[in-house]
């Protein structure tokens, strides 16, 4: 099957193992997921299955083009798609219209990848941004929460390249990888994985079999 789905992260809880262990989990919905566009060698240049996450959320803005993409494939418009690899033997599998839930793809106790987006925190300085200790804290030092120098005199004359300074935070693609499944819930299509994965509540991420 496809190596991978399509998740919204609902939030964070714990739950006990079989010798009574607190184990901290985060929940993810995962799929249902419908079979949008499958991509070939021979047309496309590499193969692949595109998926869009079934989400009850009203979509305002469907152009024309994402309209008729959705129509070809006999599919209800959706909010989120993404690309995942699949094999020969897939493709034969799977077809265009297709729904994947997470019965289909996941299994307890494997292991698993989590992609998403990590929260946004704005313009910050280099303080929360790096972890600058600052200047001191006595009334009159003027020197607070400055980054301090930044470059050279004369000789160079410029602030080097890769310098640390305040700058936009946060909001980066980031992976947590080799997270173990403690639970399965195929009813509601919920997925239940030990630890953090990246974003926000009611971020959408993507979730890959290692």
Known sequence: MVRGLIGKKLGMTQVFDDNGKVVPVTVIRVGPCVVVQKKTEERDGYGAVQLGFVDREKLRKLTKPMKGHFDKASAAPSKILREFAFTEEDNEKMSVGDQVSVKDVFEAEERVDVVGRTIGRGFQGVMKRHG????????????HRAPGSIGQS?????????????????????KSQNLRVVRVDSERNIL???????????????????
């Open 132 to 143: 600058f200790s600052g200047g001191r804290a006595t009334h009159g030092s003027m020197f």
């Open 154 to 174: 004369a000789s160079p004359s410029r602030v080097m390249k890769g310098m640390r300074g305040p700058g936009h935070m946060g909001n980066r693609r980031r």
């Open 192 to 210: 239940l994985v030990q630890g953090s994965v990246p974003g926000s509540l009611g971020n959408y991420v993507q979730v890959y079999k290692k």
